[in-house]
């Protein structure tokens, strides 16, 4: 079974601090990404990576910026984080066009 | 880029009764329509998905219906138990699967009254 890690549950930062979620897959995806989750918007990409050291922007990568320094890790960083990036941040994984994405349990992030 | 668009935004059904969730897309590139479900407090996890090749898939009583040329496709829920509560996403994207990244809906809260 895929799994998807996601370090936190669970953050509280403060506004212009520098944030990074960190996402873990054991199952050797080349493809990871990353969702920010906000009730009645769905899930909206912010960055995409389908190598390591590769990145695609995704839909809204204002704010963010990310790092794939090995296969299995991909990491969300809020340079200096603002008070409308509080949400819950998704990351998944995938392989092929034949497979699905597989997510992990999310990180809930409150700037205040 | 795509746009999805997911109605409704709330659906309250009595137990035993169908639900149905539409979606529209705006890009004709798009070649796969996944559906997830997130109950409170989980991730999502696909329940169904369809291809652009094919016009219906079942799966006992879920089943997806994809219209290509009036890019709309929809979930229908047979028999609904309490344990089908939760909010389901549509969603849609050219490649597929985990190839590419999934432009999704807003989401649908489905609730089963008792």
């Known amino acids: 079974d895929v799994k998807v890690t996601q370090s936190s549950r669970y953050l509280v930062k403060r506004t212009g601090e520098k944030v990074f979620l960190e996402c873990v897959q054991d199952m050797d995806h080349e493809n990871m990404f990353w969702y920010r989750q906000d009730p009645g918007l769905g899930l909206r990409l912010i960055y995409f990576?389908?190598?390591?050291?590769?990145?695609e922007k995704g839909d809204i990568p204002e704010g963010y910026s990310v790092s794939r320094e090995k296969k299995e890790r991909f990491s969300l960083i809020l340079e200096s984080a603002s008070t409308n990036q509080t949400s819950m941040y998704l990351c998944?994984?995938?392989?092929?066009?034949?497979?699905?994405?597989?997510f992990g349990n999310g990180t809930r992030l409150t700037v205040t | 880029g795509e746009n999805v668009e997911q109605h409704p935004s709330t659906l309250s059904v009595q137990e035993g009764d169908s639900a149905v969730i539409k979606c529209t897309y705006s890009?004709?590139?798009?070649?796969?329509f996944p559906w997830y479900k997130q109950e409170l407090g989980k991730r999502p996890q696909l329940i169904i998905d369809i291809r652009s090749n094919v016009g219906e898939k079942k799966d006992q009583r879920i089943a997806v219906t994809l219209n290509k040329t009036a890019k709309h496709f929809s979930l229908h829920i047979t028999e609904t138990q309490p344990e089908d509560s939760a909010v389901y996403f549509c969603a849609a994207s050219e490649a597929g699967g985990g190839a590419d990244g999934l432009t999704f809906g807003k989401g649908t809260h489905l609730i089963i009254q008792p």
């Open positions: 990576s389908y190598d390591v050291k590769m990145k």
């Open positions: 890009d004709s590139a798009s070649n796969y």
């Open positions: 998944a994984t995938g392989d092929s066009a034949n497979s699905p994405l597989h």
